[in-house]
């Protein structure tokens, strides 16, 4: 950073982007090392990031993490597969739903089991549910690293719904253990399906308000615009995935690239940004593949109610295993959850009715090594809306 | 014709209130005596800082908590009381049982004055607000300009706040406090004097007198030059910066630098810093209206017989326009609080030295200019 960059003058707010300080080559400063964490109010959770900063610019950010590990992986092979699920949940904790199918299409893939098709329906309207609600508490938290606090606010009614929704269907608010090896815990009350429409046709309009307060904000685009951007090649290398990896322009979605459930016959784009508002790979790019793949989602589910067959004397627990102890081989399964790839490598050794190894792929986690490379250079504010537009969830990350 | 033939000084002059009808409450008070003891003279200002701990209590706590609540789409307090009303109580008993708490590695002298200066800092400024025109705290001929000097003196509050709080944290906050309230000093400077230059005086009652007419608000310095009102938008953008309130919560950036340079205090010490913070907040409001929008004189026109600002004008009445106008401003900070996002420290430095600041010396200059020649 010790070097003149090339100044050329700026007219409007919004070209001055962050990284253009110029710092003088002969004046010496003292650096000061600053502990961003574990309790600090933008770090989403316990993490812990050492920034060595001269005056406000950041020289090097160090993610810590650690804080919340709890031993999945180690607890997993303690326990019979159906009882890893709700540790699944506990990972992700924005996106149980989605870990858990994931989780569980690793075990039916050792098993060889073959899932009733309204069953892959059913998981798929409430993966779609969770997605919106994680992509919500995504968008509201950036909004208030940012500073915008009504948005938060407006943004959490409107998952209420989809919350309410999903402790009708299973009596859990954010940790499920909806999905099952085989089939799911419960079918669809009386009603369901018409009031997920209902939410659908509600939360439409909900969104275009929610854009036009907090991502159309001049305020907001000059904050996030151009700041933190990740190459697409730099993004590849370093492994990163959803939201991240589209906001750099690269257009990879497991929904559609390794598809899985009845995706594929589902139509939906996947949202890469067209760099007109945004610079392709800045904060701004990630904040709005987050914006657009809401209405994606809220495609899919209409898609899956419109498609989803009807049978009044349905039962979940149909293709549900008793006991399982699947032959010995390995198997890894994944699937796309709102921040990303996530995939469980499991592996039988066909003695019992345990995993002997499980591990997992987390999307945070993989997400999150960039840091260092976006922070460098930039101002702490940014840190900040960086670290937002990364968008971690510590339990994934620690595991 | 000429343009605003009306609102001729003229016409202003002959209509002013007469002036040694001026100020006779605080004459009044200035007399009382007990025992030789001039009690009054203490009331003076004690009226403000009552009119301050009950502003800040009613409009600051439960109506910021309402109008966030209304914003937001939430109910807001409602089980304190009845709506809630009670709600400024059991914050402030909350906040007075707490202990009074200074970090072992604080430098304990800065610590603990440094709330204080801000405080009366804010509250000085107070001094010079004309709340009716029978009442000001002391009616100098040079009011404005002690106002503005005064409040530079929370800047160095916070930075001893700041400083002394041995907190990288609060000191962020505190270097960039005092650069933001330094600069944006400025740019409201500016304003003020294109305020001052309409009405002739750098008195506030002279100020709030050379706005009044039985014409209400057509005689508000807003209407009487064609850029006083960038002048007035400047000065409130200014404001909100020097009150350190949303967009420009820079220094305390909640969820950038925890809570800034107060991060360390807590009971009184940081109702001090709170209070501070709307106490400021009325006070550029006031003076805003004071300076472009005719102070506490009435906006209602004379309509024929109808003489509503006949009516409506007097010591309380006075009184009663110049805090509805405060609050209106103070509403609308609120509103913009909950609205905008934060700046970043650079945008927030660009905003004030190549936007309002040239924007406002060219304003300033065509305002002379329109002194000078039209009006």
Same mark, same amino acid.
């Given at each position: 950073? +010790?070097?003149?960059?090339?100044?050329?003058?700026?007219?409007r707010?919004?070209?001055v982007?962050?990284?253009?300080?110029? #710092?003088?080559?002969?004046?010496?400063?003292?650096?000061?090392?600053?502990?961003?964490?574990?309790?600090?109010?933008?770090?989403?959770?316990?993490?812990?990031? !050492?920034?060595?900063?001269?005056?406000?610019?950041?020289?090097?950010a160090?993610?810590?993490?650690?804080?919340?590990?709890?031993?999945?992986?180690?607890?997993?092979?303690?326990?019979?597969?159906?009882?890893?699920?709700?540790?699944?949940? =506990?990972?992700?904790?924005?996106?149980a739903?989605?870990?858990?199918?994931?989780?569980?299409?690793?075990?039916?893939?050792l098993?060889?089991?073959?899932?009733?098709?309204?069953?892959?329906?059913?998981?798929?309207?409430?993966?779609?549910?969770?997605?919106?609600?994680s992509?919500?508490?995504?968008?509201?938290?950036?909004?208030?690293?940012?500073?915008?606090?009504t948005?938060?606010?407006h943004?959490?009614? *409107?998952?209420?719904?989809?919350?309410?929704?999903? !402790?009708?269907?299973?009596?859990?608010?954010?940790?499920?253990?909806?999905?099952?090896?085989?089939?799911?815990?419960?079918?669809?009350?009386?009603?369901?399906?018409?009031?997920?429409?209902?939410?659908?046709?509600?939360?439409?309009? @909900?969104?275009d308000?929610m854009?036009?307060?907090?991502?159309?904000?001049?305020?907001?685009?000059e904050?996030?615009?151009?700041?933190?951007?990740?190459?697409?090649?730099?993004?590849?290398n370093y492994? $990163?995935?959803?939201?991240?990896?589209?906001g750099?322009?690269?257009?990879?979605?497991?929904?559609?690239?390794d598809p899985?459930?009845?995706?594929?016959e589902?139509?939906?784009? %996947?949202?890469v940004? *067209?760099?007109?508002?945004s610079?392709?790979?800045?904060?701004?790019?990630?904040?709005?593949?987050r914006?657009?793949?809401?209405y994606?989602?809220?495609?899919?589910?209409?898609? $899956?109610?419109?498609?989803?067959?009807?049978?009044?004397?349905?039962?979940?627990?149909?293709?549900?295993?008793?006991?399982?102890?699947?032959?010995?081989?390995?198997?890894?399964? =994944?699937?796309?959850?709102?921040?990303?790839? %996530?995939?469980?490598?499991?592996?039988a050794?066909?003695?019992?009715?345990?995993?002997?190894?499980?591990?997992?792929?987390?999307? $945070?986690?993989?997400?999150?090594?960039?840091?260092?490379?976006?922070?460098?250079?930039?101002?702490?504010?940014?840190?900040?809306?960086?670290?937002?537009?990364?968008?971690?969830v510590?339990? !994934?990350?620690?595991r | 014709? @000429?343009?605003?033939?009306?609102?001729?000084?003229?016409?202003?002059?002959? /209509?002013?209130?007469p002036?040694?009808?001026?100020?006779?409450?605080?004459?009044?008070?200035?007399?009382?005596?007990?025992?030789?003891?001039?009690?009054?003279?203490?009331?003076?200002?004690?009226?403000?800082?009552?009119?301050?701990?009950?502003?800040?209590?009613?409009?600051?706590?439960?109506?910021?908590?309402?109008?966030? +609540?209304?914003?937001?789409?939430?109910?807001g307090?409602?089980?304190?009381?009845?709506?809630?009303?009670?709600? /400024?109580?059991?914050?402030?008993?909350?906040?007075?049982?707490?202990?009074?708490?200074?970090?072992?590695?604080?430098?304990?002298?800065?610590?603990?004055?440094?709330?204080?200066?801000?405080?009366?800092?804010?509250?000085?400024?107070?001094?010079?607000?004309?709340?009716?025109? !029978?009442f000001?705290?002391?009616?100098?001929?040079?009011?404005?300009?002690?106002?503005?000097?005064?409040?530079?003196?929370?800047? #160095?509050?916070?930075?001893?706040?700041?400083?002394?709080?041995?907190?990288?944290?609060?000191?962020?906050?505190?270097?960039?406090?005092?650069?933001?309230? %330094?600069?944006?000093?400025?740019?409201?400077?500016?304003?003020?004097?294109?305020? #001052?230059m309409?009405?002739?005086s750098?008195?506030?009652?002279?100020?709030?007198?050379?706005?009044?007419?039985?014409?209400?608000?057509?005689?508000y310095?807003?209407?009487?030059?064609?850029?006083?009102?960038?002048?007035?938008?400047?000065?409130?953008?200014? +404001?909100?910066?020097?009150?350190?309130?949303?967009?420009?919560?820079?220094p305390?950036?909640?969820?950038?630098? #925890?809570?800034?340079?107060? /991060?360390?205090?807590?009971?009184?010490?940081?109702?001090?810093?709170?209070l501070?913070?709307?106490?400021?907040m009325?006070?550029?409001?006031?003076?805003?209206? %004071?300076?472009?929008?005719?102070?506490?004189?009435?906006?209602?026109?004379?309509?024929?017989?109808?003489?509503?600002?006949?009516?409506?004008?007097?010591?309380?009445?006075?009184?009663f326009?110049?805090?509805?106008?405060?609050f209106?401003?103070?509403?609308?900070?609120?509103w913009?609080?909950?609205?905008?996002?934060?700046?970043?420290?650079?945008?927030?430095?660009?905003? $004030?030295?190549k936007?309002?600041?040239?924007?406002?010396?060219?304003?300033?200059?065509?305002?002379?200019?329109?002194?000078?020649?039209?009006?």
């Amino acid at each position: 950073m +010790a070097e003149t960059l090339d100044y050329t003058p700026k007219t409007r707010l919004s070209q001055v982007s962050s990284n253009e300080y110029i #710092v003088e080559k002969d004046l010496e400063t003292e650096y000061m090392t600053l502990n961003m964490g574990p309790q600090h109010p933008a770090t989403h959770g316990v993490l812990r990031v !050492e920034l060595v900063t001269d005056g406000e610019v950041v020289m090097k950010a160090t993610p810590y993490m650690g804080y919340l590990h709890r031993c999945f992986e180690k607890h997993a092979e303690a326990l019979d597969y159906q009882q890893v699920i709700p540790y699944t949940d =506990r990972m992700d904790y924005l996106s149980a739903m989605n870990t858990e199918h994931a989780y569980v299409m690793a075990v039916e893939k050792l098993l060889n089991i073959e899932v009733p098709r309204r069953v892959e329906f059913m998981r798929v309207i409430v993966a779609e549910l969770q997605r919106i609600a994680s992509h919500q508490v995504a968008i509201a938290t950036y909004g208030l690293d940012i500073g915008a606090f009504t948005p938060f606010l407006h943004i959490m009614r *409107d998952r209420e719904h989809i919350l309410t929704l999903l !402790e009708w269907l299973c009596g859990a608010r954010m940790l499920y253990n909806y999905i099952w090896v085989g089939g799911v815990s419960h079918n669809f009350p009386p009603k369901f399906k018409q009031r997920v429409a209902e939410f659908v046709k509600y939360y439409k309009p @909900k969104v275009d308000e929610m854009m036009a307060l907090l991502t159309e904000n001049e305020l907001f685009i000059e904050r996030t615009r151009g700041i933190g951007i990740l190459p697409a090649d730099v993004a590849i290398n370093y492994g $990163c995935s959803g939201p991240m990896l589209r906001g750099s322009g690269v257009k990879w979605d497991l929904r559609k690239n390794d598809p899985y459930s009845i995706y594929p016959e589902l139509e939906f784009n %996947v949202v890469v940004p *067209d760099g007109k508002l945004s610079i392709i790979g800045d904060s701004l790019s990630r904040h709005l593949v987050r914006c657009y793949e809401i209405y994606e989602s809220l495609k899919i589910i209409q898609q $899956c109610i419109d498609k989803m067959p009807e049978d009044p004397n349905f039962d979940p627990h149909a293709a549900v295993p008793k006991r399982i102890k699947p032959p010995a081989g390995e198997v890894y399964a =994944r699937g796309e959850n709102p921040r990303g790839e %996530v995939g469980f490598y499991v592996i039988a050794d066909g003695k019992g009715t345990k995993p002997f190894r499980c591990k997992a792929r987390a999307a $945070c986690f993989v997400n999150l090594s960039v840091l260092p490379e976006l922070a460098k250079g930039n101002l702490i504010s940014d840190v900040v809306a960086i670290l937002g537009s990364i968008d971690i969830v510590l339990g !994934e990350v620690d595991r | 014709m @000429k343009p605003f033939a009306l609102l001729t000084p003229d016409a202003l002059a002959a /209509t002013a209130t007469p002036v040694q009808a001026q100020n006779s409450w605080v004459k009044a008070l200035e007399s009382i005596e007990v025992f030789g003891i001039p009690v009054g003279v203490f009331a003076i200002p004690a009226i403000p800082l009552v009119f301050i701990a009950l502003y800040a209590l009613y409009v600051g706590v439960y109506g910021e908590r309402k109008i966030s +609540a209304f914003i937001q789409d939430r109910i807001g307090p409602n089980e304190t009381g009845k709506w809630g009303l009670l709600q /400024t109580i059991a914050d402030i008993l909350k906040l007075i049982q707490k202990e009074d708490i200074v970090p072992a590695a604080a430098d304990k002298p800065l610590f603990v004055l440094g709330p204080l200066i801000i405080f009366v800092g804010a509250f000085a400024a107070y001094a010079v607000l004309p709340f009716s025109s !029978e009442f000001i705290g002391a009616d100098l001929n040079v009011g404005v300009f002690y106002a503005v000097s005064i409040v530079s003196v929370e800047a #160095v509050g916070i930075l001893m706040c700041g400083w002394g709080s041995n907190n990288k944290w609060s000191l962020f906050g505190a270097v960039r406090s005092v650069a933001q309230v %330094v600069s944006y000093e400025i740019p409201a400077s500016i304003a003020i004097l294109v305020g #001052v230059m309409m009405a002739g005086s750098l008195s506030m009652q002279k100020i709030v007198m050379s706005q009044s007419g039985e014409l209400g608000i057509l005689h508000y310095a807003v209407f009487q030059s064609p850029v006083a009102w960038i002048a007035m938008i400047i000065y409130f953008i200014a +404001a909100l910066a020097e009150c350190n309130r949303a967009p420009f919560d820079i220094p305390e950036a909640e969820s950038e630098l #925890v809570s800034g340079y107060f /991060t360390e205090y807590g009971g009184m010490k940081f109702a001090m810093i709170f209070l501070a913070e709307y106490a400021s907040m009325f006070m550029t409001s006031v003076i805003l209206s %004071v300076l472009f929008l005719g102070g506490w004189n009435s906006p209602l026109p004379n309509i024929g017989g109808l003489a509503l600002n006949d009516w409506t004008s007097g010591p309380v009445w006075g009184a009663f326009w110049i805090i509805l106008k405060g609050f209106f401003f103070v509403i609308v900070m609120m509103w913009v609080r909950w609205t905008f996002p934060r700046f970043r420290v650079d945008q927030l430095m660009y905003l $004030c030295w190549k936007v309002l600041t040239p924007i406002a010396l060219l304003v300033f200059v065509f305002a002379a200019f329109w002194e000078l020649y039209v009006r």
